[in-house]
């Protein structure tokens, strides 16, 4: 019969601690303290094992001890510890335990940490599952706690990370206005300022995925009257080009205007995939000359 590892003989200790019924000296919240402590060393020991699976369970049943002992912060901490662990190839089981800290944290009011556990949702949504809408909908609220929590710059790119994701599920309009407020924000500061013509020729793209060279235009001048030097950027001029190019129905004019920017500027896959679809939807509608 093969002996126990360490790992496990702890797991039985705690089982068995968590189970034993309270004798009259002890009470119920000093069993699951210690029973909490017996999990988290187990946790910690299948952890060297490389049993991310086992740890992130026996942080879980941390987890739970500490919540019957009413330690908020406590159980915050195993259920991320668990979250971590199940990261190790369990994306499911680290999104719930990461939804369990985020109720804890936001219990406490600590919604700084709040955000940063909801980010991370987002990521393992994105990276993990492949599932933009859940991602995108992690970092918008991931974004909105930052911003309760005045960390302007860390909301902004969350906001930025959410837009992009919006694009891609084509929800121009959520795109834009996301966008829009992402630049609004970087214009008030002088480090962030330079990248405010990436966010409007994002935006510029979005509305001519939607094949609306109205809004594109309008918009277009609501941005150059925002900031006096964006209409001499590269990124002004080839969002103008485009337009252009879209309103003439004139394919050559747009693939000229992409080949161009595109050799100093390489297109990263968010702008290769917007601009095929607006180019793809020139071809549908002949230009109505």
Same mark, same amino acid.
């Given at each position: 019969?093969?002996?126990?590892?360490?790992?496990?003989?702890?797991?039985?200790?705690?089982?068995?601690?968590?189970?034993?019924?309270? *004798?009259? &000296?002890?009470? @119920?919240?000093?069993?699951?303290? /210690?029973? =909490?402590?017996? +999990?988290? #060393?187990?946790? $910690?020991?299948?952890?060297?094992?490389?049993?991310?699976?086992?740890?992130?369970?026996?942080?879980?049943?941390?987890?739970?001890?500490?919540?019957?002992?009413?330690?908020?912060?406590?159980?915050?901490?195993?259920?991320?510890?668990?979250?971590?662990?199940?990261?190790?190839?369990?994306?499911?089981?680290?999104?719930?335990?990461?939804?369990?800290?985020?109720?804890?944290?936001?219990?406490? *009011?600590? &919604?700084?940490? @709040?955000?940063?556990?909801?980010? /991370?949702? =987002?990521?393992? +949504?994105? #990276?993990?599952? $492949?599932?933009?809408?859940?991602?995108?909908?992690?970092?918008?609220?991931?974004?909105?706690?930052?911003?309760?929590?005045?960390?302007?710059?860390?909301?902004?790119?969350?906001?930025?990370?959410?837009?992009?994701?919006?694009?891609?599920?084509?929800?121009?309009?959520?795109?834009?206005?996301?966008?829009?407020?992402?630049?609004?924000?970087?214009?008030?500061?002088?480090?962030?300022?330079?990248?405010?013509?990436?966010?409007?020729?994002?935006?510029?793209?979005?509305?001519?995925?939607?094949?609306?060279?109205?809004?594109?235009?309008?918009?277009?001048?609501?941005?150059?009257?925002?900031?006096?030097?964006?209409?001499?950027?590269?990124?002004?001029?080839?969002?103008?080009?485009?337009?252009?190019?879209?309103?003439?129905?004139?394919?050559?004019?747009?693939?000229?205007?992409?080949?161009?920017?595109?050799?100093?500027?390489?297109?990263?896959?968010?702008?290769?995939?917007?601009?095929?679809?607006?180019?793809?939807?020139?071809?549908?509608?002949?230009?109505?000359?």
């Amino acid at each position: 019969m093969p002996s126990k590892s360490p790992a496990q003989t702890l797991l039985e200790k705690a089982d068995k601690k968590a189970n034993s019924s309270t *004798g009259w &000296f002890t009470s @119920a919240s000093t069993k699951f303290e /210690e029973a =909490g402590d017996l +999990y988290q #060393q187990a946790a $910690n020991s299948f952890k060297i094992e490389k049993l991310f699976k086992e740890a992130g369970d026996a942080f879980a049943r941390e987890a739970e001890c500490r919540e019957l002992c009413k330690e908020e912060n406590e159980a915050a901490n195993a259920w991320w510890n668990a979250a971590k662990a199940y990261k190790r190839g369990f994306p499911d089981l680290a999104i719930q335990a990461l939804t369990q800290t985020i109720v804890h944290l936001t219990k406490g *009011g600590r &919604f700084r940490q @709040a955000a940063d556990r909801e980010k /991370e949702i =987002g990521q393992i +949504y994105l #990276q993990e599952n $492949n599932d933009l809408r859940k991602a995108c909908e992690s970092f918008e609220r991931a974004g909105e706690w930052y911003q309760q929590e005045d960390a302007a710059a860390t909301a902004n790119a969350c906001f930025k990370d959410a837009a992009d994701l919006h694009a891609e599920l084509e929800e121009y309009p959520q795109a834009i206005a996301r966008y829009e407020q992402v630049a609004d924000q970087s214009l008030s500061s002088a480090l962030t300022k330079y990248s405010v013509k990436e966010y409007w020729l994002k935006s510029a793209l979005c509305a001519l995925a939607m094949n609306d060279t109205v809004t594109a235009k309008r918009n277009m001048q609501k941005y150059s009257n925002q900031d006096v030097s964006f209409n001499s950027t590269r990124e002004a001029k080839f969002a103008n080009a485009l337009i252009e190019a879209a309103e003439a129905g004139d394919i050559e004019a747009f693939t000229g205007a992409v080949y161009e920017f595109d050799q100093v500027t390489k297109l990263d896959n968010w702008k290769t995939n917007i601009l095929l679809k607006i180019k793809r939807s020139f071809q549908e509608e002949p230009g109505l000359t």
